[in-house]
């Protein structure tokens, strides 16, 4: 009976001391596995902080795409605009040189009739001063030919007479004659008077008196030598028309400009 309980006894201790045994390896184990547990968590931890970096870094990065899709769309839209726009400026260059060349052109034509009209007023001077020679005052005015005769010579008596003497009239046909080789002529006959009295009572002032002798000329070269009535004009001056103290009758002969004008309207419409 004895022995049993001894044999009980050691089975006992035995069983106890396996079983602290076990306990301990439980313990050691339990701590291990909470040694893991802690360095997982910290793993988790540190992957979840490097998680969240990535993740802002992709923010950022796609921050940054959303920012270059902007710009790079703005700039595109620039880019077209910059393109309209020099297409329109390219469009208004050519428009312009267009008109430039158009308004050129004008100018040539202008500068051609005024040439034309020049050369016209200039050939007209010459066959007067050929015709008429040292005899009579010719030359240009305001670009007209202009024939200056004295009135001493055209009516003797200036104070009264308006009619043209014969001894003027050889010099009236060489006048004539020419004007009669340009039928688009402005022919104006111009006459201006300084009598102090007037003893004929038809004639009231000098006004008066320098128009009949300026109709009087127009009369002769018409009537006379031929010249169509309708190129001619005749103004009295009185004694306000010219400088001087000597009375003259000039006779101004202005080139077609009528045509020259009209050209130029055209050209303006």
């Known amino acids: 009976m004895k022995k049993n309980l001894v044999i009980f006894g050691i089975l006992l201790f035995m069983i106890s001391a396996g079983l602290a045994q076990s306990k301990k390896e439980l313990l050691l184990r339990l701590n291990e596995r909470d040694d893991e547990i802690q360095s997982l968590k910290g793993e988790l931890a540190a992957s979840k902080q490097e998680a969240a970096k990535y993740k802002a870094e992709m ?6 795409m959303e920012e270059l899709k902007t710009t790079n769309a703005s700039l595109l839209q620039n880019l077209t605009n910059f393109t309209e726009l020099s297409n329109k ?3 208004n260059i050519s428009k312009s040189l267009e008109t430039l060349r158009n308004k050129e052109n004008q100018l040539k034509k202008i500068n051609d009739a005024l040439t034309n009209t020049d050369s016209t007023t200039l050939a ?14 010719t030359g240009l005015s305001n670009g007209a030919v202009t024939v200056i005769l004295e009135n001493l010579f055209l009516f003797k008596d200036v104070d009264r007479n308006y009619q043209v003497v014969p001894e003027a009239m050889p010099i009236l046909e060489k006048i004539a004659a020419v004007l009669k080789k340009q039928p688009d002529l402005k022919i104006i006959v111009e006459t201006n008077s300084n009598a102090l009295e007037f003893k004929d009572q038809k004639l009231k002032d000098n006004w008066d008196l320098s128009s009949l002798q300026a109709a009087s000329v127009v009369r002769v070269l018409t009537d006379t030598y031929g010249v169509a009535p309708q190129l001619l004009q005749s103004v009295g001056k009185s004694e306000y028309g010219f400088s001087g103290i000597e009375t003259t009758t000039r006779i101004r002969i202005q080139p077609p400009y009528e045509k020259f004008y009209s050209t ?6």
């Open 124 to 137: 007209l001077l010459t066959t007067f001063k050929n015709s008429l020679g040292s005899e009579v005052k």
């Open 89 to 91: 400026k390219t469009e």
């Open 59 to 64: 923010e950022a990065v796609n921050f940054q």
């Open 264 to 269: 130029i309207r055209e050209m303006m419409k």
